[in-house]
């Protein structure tokens, strides 16, 4: 399903090239369930977006799907990205003048499909068939993350990329979005990259990696 080798990334930080991944490779199967992890400034966040095809490595290739990143536009892997990517961040990142139902209608009406029913029903499977209408001002955080994980796999993504989704909840409230996201993942076979500080959330996962100073230092499986 998603694979990269030899993957790095540089900035330049001061004038000076600051290495933030070092070497990466790692093959992700379909329907695994994966767990990021590591000290902050480690990489996590970074690997999570060079995987999505959200920014370009200095070095090495990200395979998603069977095809090549570098290869694609932009346009490309937009497109790649809206029919078979879905996302939840710590942020939520919902549109505030959108209603919970309008949110996760945004990605099946970019496709040009009829959202309706299939937002209704993906709102009920989170629980919030009562909150269709209210706006994500009117919504607790945890509800916010669900109306996110809802919207991610609206457009039924083949692999979803969840970056600290539960960074934000508290414990009781983040182990309802964890179970709601390992769900989804058994019954849709969607497979899950996740980036945690949560290790209720990693210890979930099937498969976990940590990163150190930019580098895989372990891979294990649960």
């Known amino acids: 399903m998603l694979s990269c080798e030899s993957l790095t990334q540089t900035y330049l930080s ?5 290495t933030v991944l070092k070497d990466i490779t790692l ?3 379909a329907g695994e369930a994966l767990a990021v992890v590591g000290p902050s400034g ?3 966040s970074t690997l999570l977006g060079l995987l999505a095809g959200l920014d370009r490595p200095s ?3 990200v395979y998603l799907d069977g095809q090549r990143m570098a290869d694609l536009s932009e346009d490309e892997r937009a497109k790649l990205r809206g029919e078979k990517v879905g ?10 003048t959108l209603t919970a139902l309008e949110n996760v209608q945004v990605p099946l009406e970019l496709r040009g499909e009829s959202s309706a029913g299939r937002a209704q029903d993906l709102l009920a499977r989170v629980g919030l068939a009562d909150r269709l209408d209210h706006y994500p001002s009117q919504l607790s955080g945890g509800e916010q993350q669900r109306v996110a994980l809802a919207r991610a796999f609206s457009n039924r993504p083949k692999i979803l990329f969840a970056d ?3 960074g934000n909840l508290d414990a009781s409230t983040g182990g309802t979005v964890i179970d709601l996201m390992m769900e989804l993942n058994r019954e849709s076979g969607t497979t899950l990259i996740l980036v945690t500080h949560d290790p209720e959330l990693a210890n979930r996962a099937r498969r976990t990696i940590r990163l150190h100073d930019g ?6 499986d649960a």
Do not use: H, N, R, W
């Open 87 to 96: 996302f939840v961040f710590q942020t939520f990142q919902l549109i505030p």
């Open 215 to 220: 580098a895989i230092i372990s891979d294990s």
């Open 164 to 166: 600290e989704p539960t």
């Open 14 to 18: 001061g004038g000076k090239p600051l």
């Open 27 to 29: 093959t992700v199967p």
């Open 42 to 44: 480690s990489g996590k």
């Open 59 to 61: 070095a090495g290739v």
